[in-house]
């Protein structure tokens, strides 16, 4: 027998005993586990389709921090700037008017608090934190023209204050 396959056997002959202790190792662990610890450890084995998925606590819209009282004031002075209702601001609406003063919105939100895209999402209707990021952009070209940036300067002097 040449060298390379006395190497193969020896290779081969080392895996089998690998994979017999492991084996051995697995039922061991097995036998020591209580019934419920082994009941857990397959249900999480199980595959669970999307659509049963729960969505955690804080994904939901409906979930709001009641200490965070800026945001209320911060929905109010951009739905009054704009004459719309906080009910409106956060509805799915795409009138230029709705997006404008929920641009507003968010980017009152980025500056006055140290929220988190996805929160203010959730502030603003249950809205993706790509939506916020994208409002920030157009809210930034919107800041380009001097008229409308005095009126965002004095929305948030209004609420800072």
């Known amino acids: 027998m040449s060298e390379l ?47 049963f998925r729960m969505r955690r606590k804080y994904e939901t819209i409906h979930h709001v921090f009641p200490y965070m009282p800026i945001t209320k004031n911060i929905l109010l002075a951009a739905a009054s700037e704009f ?18 003063s929920r641009y507003v919105a968010m980017g009152l939100m980025l500056d006055l608090t140290n929220m988190s895209l996805p929160a203010i999402g959730r502030r603003l209707g249950g809205r993706d934190h790509t ?19 005095n009126r965002y300067e004095q929305i948030r002097a209004g609420i800072a204050a």
């Open 131 to 149: 939506t916020i990021i994208n409002g920030r952009t157009r809210l930034k070209g919107l800041l380009q023209s001097e008229a409308f940036r």
């Open 5 to 51: 396959a006395r190497q193969i056997e020896s290779h081969k002959a080392r895996q089998e005993r690998f994979a017999q202790a492991a084996i051995r190792h697995e039922r061991r662990t097995l036998a020591t586990m209580t019934p419920t610890a082994t009941d857990i450890m397959q249900v999480k084995n199980l595959a669970v389709p999307e659509r």
């Open 83 to 100: 004459g719309l209702s906080t009910k409106e601001l956060v509805s799915p609406v795409r009138l230029p008017n709705h997006c404008v």
